[in-house]
């Protein structure tokens, strides 16, 4: 027959098998899917773990030093963190257990750099540092304490983490150099006093400016008006003991100092 005369009705049957062999492999295929989709369920997008962009130096080189003749047995610490991206240093110096009932004090010395415009309010500030004791029910002083820093705000606020205790905290930020001296000082039972804090903080010095001579001007400045805990006869008291501060025992003769 001349293929011009070929009826397509004889190629129907062809072609007819063909998309059901078409379908069938479709049919298949959805359900080897549809198995594979009920056997592994389908993991939602993972969000990534927040990371911190404070780096911990490894092994810090102290530039500051707290000397405390009263807790000569009391664990220190001293700890630099610089910011990753705007390359702000913190110097966190720390005395005593951190949860405990018995005193602990923390005195942090921040010098931003390119990761903040200003500093925060004390509240705030306080607020984001101490996040690991659980602060609660922060109040600012309406009078700060006199040290020899200048004023210092002051902040009290209760833990609601580990050991329960009442805590003085403190700060002040100055604009040149740019430099905030913050902390607290916790114990348990009683709040701690505000001249006791501030015979603490008497006690902070500066080891070394490095490359920041403003830095050194400051804490010099600041020696002029050391009150060396009430007692400004530095000949006959150059560190008097403050029996309340960490409860010494008069045999001590060595101060404790973080950063040496």
């Known amino acids: 027959m001349h293929p011009a005369l070929h009826s397509w009705r004889d190629d129907l049957p062809a072609a007819l098998i063909r998309l059901l062999a078409y379908l069938a492999g479709l049919a298949l295929l959805s359900i080897v899917l549809a198995h594979f989709f009920q056997s592994n369920p389908v993991i939602g997008g993972i969000t990534p773990a927040y990371r911190s962009p404070w780096i911990e130096v490894e092994?810090?080189?102290?530039?500051?030093?707290?000397?405390?003749?009263?807790?000569?047995?009391?664990?220190?610490?001293?700890?630099?963190?610089?910011?990753?991206?705007?390359?702000?240093?913190?110097?966190?110096?720390?005395?005593?257990?951190?949860?405990?009932?018995?005193?602990?004090?923390?005195?942090?010395?921040?010098?931003?750099?390119?990761?903040?415009?200003?500093f925060a309010a004390p509240e705030a500030e306080i607020a984001a540092s101490a996040a690991r004791l659980g602060p609660v029910n922060l109040a600012r002083s309406s009078e700060a304490l006199d040290s020899k820093f200048g004023p210092l705000a002051i902040v009290t606020f209760a833990t609601s983490v580990g050991a329960p205790r009442q805590c003085l905290a403190f700060a002040r930020a100055f604009a040149n150099p740019r430099l905030q001296i913050s902390g607290w000082f916790c114990q348990g039972g009683t709040p701690v006093e505000r001249s006791t804090l501030g015979c603490a903080l008497d006690r902070l010095t500066l080891l070394s400016a490095g490359s920041e001579p403003k830095v050194g001007a400051l804490f010099a400045q600041a020696e002029l008006h050391r009150s060396y805990c009430g007692q400004r006869e530095t000949i006959l008291a150059p560190t008097p003991k403050h029996k309340v501060l960490w409860k010494a025992l008069e045999t001590r003769a060595e101060p404790r100092r973080i950063g040496r």
């Open 59 to 118: 092994k810090p080189f102290p530039a500051f030093a707290l000397a405390i003749p009263e807790a000569a047995d009391a664990p220190a610490s001293y700890a630099i963190r610089r910011h990753g991206d705007g390359n702000g240093r913190k110097d966190i110096l720390t005395l005593g257990e951190a949860d405990s009932t018995a005193p602990f004090l923390q005195v942090e010395i921040y010098r931003p750099g390119a990761e903040i415009d200003s």
